[in-house]
């Protein structure tokens, strides 16, 4: 199985401040097809998970532009420009190239 | 809008077999596969597998195998997530998610609490 690690596991940002979280995966993530099989998903408190980014870069539909992600291979990272409080919950990598999908254990984010 | 509506909270004994239901609305069910992810109280989440509502093809994760069964009924547009012989550590919230695209895990329900004690 793709183990995927996050670094770090907890982050308490000031409004309006960047964060950035790290993602890595055991195997690289890119496909014969040209495509890298790594998406972002933002679990907020008491929600089911929701997608925020796919294919390393992709933002999914009505997700601002202070989230971007970027990376490539085993090495991955989701950046939010300026955090708001509306960002806080817990932050999961998750790779589909290989079955069984796996995720990252999570990052907690926080607003001091 | 896509929506997938999961069944309510279930508590079982140990031994015992739980079947979750997620029925979808807003879309062709038989034009994305679907998947199941659970997260233990206060953990990350775990990929159990999917069905392809089309054919009923399944595709379990090795360590549910022989444990899980993934069904569906296209009449009603709902698919279905059994897990037998439930353990103390199967307390989870059980959630449906639809593909989309390429994004294997797009859409998602609402989760499902099962609980199990003695």
């Known amino acids: 199985d793709i183990v995927m690690t996050q670094t770090p596991l907890s982050l308490s940002v000031t409004p309006g401040q960047p964060a950035s979280i790290s993602c890595k995966s055991s195997q690289s993530l890119l496909h014969s097809d040209g495509k890298t099989y790594l998406y972002w998903y933002l679990q907020k408190p008491g929600q089911s998970p929701q997608l925020l980014i796919y294919?390393?870069?992709n933002r999914f539909s009505g997700v601002p532009d202070r989230f971007s992600g970027s990376g490539s291979g085993t090495d991955f990272t989701l950046k939010i420009s300026r955090v708001e409080a509306e960002d806080v919950g817990v932050y999961y990598c998750?790779?589909?190239?290989?079955?069984?999908?796996?995720f990252g254990p999570g990052t907690k984010v926080d607003i001091k | 809008q896509v929506q997938l509506v999961q069944s309510g909270a279930e508590v079982k004994k140990p031994g015992a077999s739980v079947k979750v239901s997620c029925k979808a609305s807003g879309y062709t069910f038989t034009g994305y596969y679907m998947h199941w992810v659970r997260q233990a109280p206060g953990q990350g989440l775990e990929w159990m597998g999917w069905?392809?509502?089309?054919?009923?093809?399944?595709n379990y994760a090795q360590k549910f195998q022989g444990r899980v069964t993934m069904t569906r009924d296209t009449s009603i547009s709902t698919a279905y997530m059994e897990l037998s012989r439930l353990r103390s550590d199967d307390t989870a919230v059980y959630y449906c998610?639809?593909?989309?695209?390429?994004?294997?895990?797009?859409?998602w329900g609402q989760g499902t609490l099962v609980t199990v004690s003695s």
């Open positions: 294919e390393v870069s």
């Open positions: 998750m790779q589909s190239i290989q079955l069984p999908i796996t």
């Open positions: 998610a639809r593909e989309m695209a390429t994004i294997p895990v797009g859409y």
């Open positions: 069905i392809n509502p089309n054919s009923g093809g399944t």
